[in-house]
């Protein structure tokens, strides 16, 4: 299989994969998953649909060979999955990989859980927690989930290794803007590192207005009010999250703005749904049919690495910078499906 770095119509490489495995979730998260759309009817993807390991493998492997250094395990809930530990292994074991991680609500990263996929070969968790007051945190996920049992998740992580470990809060205003102080304080000190989501526009479900959007540079603000911070340079190009370090050595914090302060112009992003669709972009509207190129065409890894390169090549995405209602009201994937 020829390897090469690709680039997009507007000179991004592609550097980071994004995998769904699963669009199930055991939480109904009002920003995500609401309740209302997702209850007891909702049609979930039959197994028989979901991309296998092997496959996801294969996907994985060409992307690598097209630039792709970091692999993030997403969902849904990931750890829904049946024996995920030998995703890991398959995807750690590809020559190339750099950085190997997932994202999680901790609901089932029991130690041993942990320690299994920590000698598997994953390196690190994001674990989602929206705030530290069951009663915020309950009316969030929506199942009577406590906060105590996510940390209780995010200490066997650490325990296993699993690090640094990265806390993702998403704020909506109106609903957890009181946590972001409480948050900061917590896990100041920690070497967790904490980062702060806007509410954003993915999918139609959450009922997302610019009105509940709390922007970055107020969560900032109320940070340093109490905790003094200052910039810190970018860890690599590209990156998401604009980081910010404590003045007075306590670790960082990361705030992810993707709606008041767009960051297209260097997004390397890729990412595959659990059915084996692959959108270049976090609000796309629709994607590229790769499970039929595995499973019906019977392309040949040198094949569907071509196929690859020739998406990513006509990419031109560029959702946040030129967000307008017109694009508000085209149709998008939700966040469960596409994975975050």
């Not at 999918?203 to 509940?212: A, F, Q, V």
Request: charged letters at 25%; aromatic letters at 6%; one cysteine or more.
């Amino acid at each position: 299989m020829k390897a090469g770095k690709i680039q997009d119509q507007l000179g991004r490489p592609v550097r980071d994969l994004r995998i769904s495995v699963t669009d199930r979730c055991n939480f109904r998260c009002v920003y995500c998953m609401p309740r209302q759309q997702f209850g007891a009817g909702h049609a979930f993807l039959p197994r028989r649909d979901l991309l296998s390991y092997e496959e996801i493998t294969r996907v994985a492997r060409a992307f690598v060979g097209l630039g792709v250094k970091k692999l993030r395990i997403t969902g849904g809930e990931p750890l829904i999955r049946h024996e995920l530990h030998h995703l890991v292994y398959e995807l750690a074991a590809i020559p190339g990989v750099e950085d190997l991680s997932m994202t999680t609500n901790a609901s089932r990263l029991t130690r041993e859980m942990a320690h299994t996929l920590k000698d598997a070969g994953l390196k690190r968790v994001t674990v989602s927690l929206d705030a530290l007051d069951d009663r915020t945190f309950m009316a969030i996920n929506d199942v009577d989930f406590p906060v105590g049992k996510v940390l209780a998740g995010l200490e066997n992580a650490e325990a296993a290794g699993l690090a640094p470990i990265k806390v993702n809060m998403v704020v909506k205003r109106g609903v957890n803007e009181h946590s972001i102080v409480p948050m900061a304080r917590f896990f100041h000190g920690t070497g967790h590192i904490l980062r702060f989501i806007e509410f954003m526009d993915v999918g139609h479900s959450n009922g997302w207005r610019l009105d509940d959007v709390l922007p970055a540079t107020q969560v900032v603000e109320q940070i340093n009010s109490e905790l003094p911070i200052e910039p810190a340079d970018p860890n690599y190009r590209g990156e998401v999250a604009r980081r910010w370090r404590y003045r007075d050595g306590g670790g960082e914090i990361g705030v992810i703005s993707s709606v008041t302060q767009p960051f297209c112009r260097e997004c390397a992003r890729a990412r595959l749904s659990a059915k084996g669709d692959l959108y270049t972009c976090l609000f796309a509207t629709d994607g590229h049919d790769l499970r039929h190129q595995i499973r019906d065409r019977r392309l040949s890894d040198a094949e569907l690495q071509d196929h690859i390169a020739s998406i990513w090549r006509r990419r031109a995405d560029r959702y946040s910078q030129i967000r307008t209602e017109h694009t508000v009201n085209l149709p998008k994937i939700e966040m469960s499906y596409i994975g975050g």
